[in-house]
């Protein structure tokens, strides 16, 4: 009779637990997702190249600009909640703080999206230099890790 409550126990915590982390937006699979070049002929000469990411068909699509500076090239990703920015310098390829001057979201919403242990994480992604499709998939398989586990919905 124990074993039987145990196991049901079990069964219902288990259950319990998996629909509590859905209803709260735990994280999921980002897997898939689609990059798309974005032709816009009213493009700064600051930016070189623009693409989107979508995870989600149904939701907005973030957006990424290329813009060359001193240090290297930054992919600047900009969403309706959230502003970071990925650089490619001479120590690698990694996330950083966006500039203020580059800046669409207000950076205390975007502080509260972003995870700041995350972005410490990412610092580093690979001390190589990467073409522009390697920095996209990059940028398109680490940003969701980036978003705290409360707003992923925001992706998908």
Same mark, same amino acid.
């Given at each position: 009779?124990? @074993?039987?409550?145990? %196991? =049901?126990?079990?069964?219902? &915590?288990?259950?319990?637990?998996?629909?509590?982390?859905h209803a709260t937006g735990m994280r999921k699979e980002f897997r898939d997702y689609e990059?798309?070049?974005?032709?816009?002929?009213?493009?700064?000469?600051?930016?070189?190249?623009?693409?989107?990411?979508?995870?989600?068909?149904?939701?907005?699509?973030?957006?990424?600009?290329?813009?060359?500076?001193?240090?290297?090239?930054?992919?600047?990703?900009?969403? @309706?909640?959230?502003? %970071? =920015?990925?650089?490619?310098? &001479?120590?690698?390829?990694g996330a950083k703080e966006i500039r203020n001057s580059w800046r669409h979201v207000p950076?205390?919403?975007?502080?509260?999206?972003?995870?700041?242990?995350?972005?410490?994480?990412?610092?580093v992604i690979t001390p190589n230099k990467v073409t522009d499709e390697t920095a996209l998939?990059?940028?398109?398989?680490?940003?969701?890790?980036?978003?705290?586990?409360?707003?992923?919905?925001?992706?998908?």
């Open positions: 009779m124990k @074993k039987l409550s145990l %196991v =049901s126990f079990l069964i219902i &915590s288990l259950f319990v637990v998996s629909v509590s982390a990059i798309s070049t974005v032709d816009d002929i009213f493009m700064s000469k600051k930016i070189q190249q623009v693409w989107t990411i979508s995870y989600d068909s149904n939701e907005l699509p973030v957006t990424v600009m290329k813009r060359k500076t001193l240090e290297g090239v930054e992919y600047v990703v900009h969403s @309706k909640y959230f502003d %970071v =920015s990925y650089a490619s310098t &001479s120590d690698g390829f950076k205390k919403i975007s502080n509260a999206v972003l995870s700041g242990d995350e972005m410490k994480r990412q610092e998939g990059l940028i398109a398989s680490y940003l969701p890790m980036l978003v705290n586990d409360d707003y992923t919905h925001l992706l998908n």
